[in-house]
């Protein structure tokens, strides 16, 4: 199966490289490359790609708000955004989390760690290491209120998805999750899965951004 992908960066030589390097891949379709917010969003409603790389600074609309009406249009919900930075602000990270990204890449990124990235969004994973959870926390830490638990949103989870969730916003992978309570790796991806049907998150980024900000992790 051909995961189809959008570039979207306002330097030519950066779009141009990610381009090259996506089409070395046989499963993977490079189906469109825009140079600003505006034009990115106009092309993945057209295009409806699987993976979006997406850079945060443009003219005109930037990658955050680009990102932002991507994940709040109900037709492009399977459309997964990866935003692409130099920069490691902590605002920059949380707010793209918040406006709908399922993950990072640096723009200095090796060609075969771009290759396995896209076709581990496209997997319906996220790209939230746990440096990046690390720094969303460290900005959610200097909040001075910190949220009451949103009793509705986690009813139904039960113990184990709960437990499953918190190692989540901690970074730890599906490997690490089943080592760490002595399960499978299958069995803790299932309790992920449905800790995000849940919640109402629409990938493993979502889920850590809706744990914080509903309370059942404090910072």
């Known amino acids: 199966m051909t995961t189809r992908v ?31 917010g505006d034009a990115a969003v106009a092309l993945v409603k057209t295009t409806r790609p699987d993976v979006v790389l997406m850079d945060i600074r443009m003219p005109g609309m930037d990658g955050i708000a680009a990102t932002e009406q991507i994940a ?29 990204a399922s993950g990072f890449l ?37 909040d001075s209120i910190r949220p009451a638990v949103d009793g509705e949103r986690f009813r139904y989870l039960t113990d184990r998805e709960r437990e499953v969730v918190l190692l989540v916003a901690q970074g730890l992978s599906n490997d690490e999750i089943a080592e760490r309570l002595f399960i499978t790796p ?24 809706a744990a914080y900000q509903g309370g059942l992790v404090q910072p």
């Open 72 to 100: 709040a249009d109900e037709e492009l919900a399977d459309v997964r955004v990866v935003v692409l930075t130099t920069f490691e602000e902590e605002d920059y990270v949380l707010r793209a989390l918040q406006a709908g």
């Open 6 to 36: 959008v570039v979207v960066d306002d330097q030519d030589l950066i779009r141009g490289g990610f381009v090259a390097i996506l089409g070395t891949a046989e499963d993977l379709e490079v189906v469109g490359e825009a140079g600003d």
């Open 106 to 142: 640096g723009k200095g990124v090796r060609p075969a760690e771009l290759l396995d990235a896209v076709r581990t969004i496209a997997e319906g994973e996220s790209l939230l290491s746990p440096a990046a959870t690390k720094v969303v926390v460290a900005q959610l830490a200097k």
């Open 186 to 209: 299958l069995t803790a991806k299932t309790h992920v899965v449905r800790a995000m049907h849940k919640v109402g998150a629409r990938d493993r980024a979502q889920l850590v951004v």
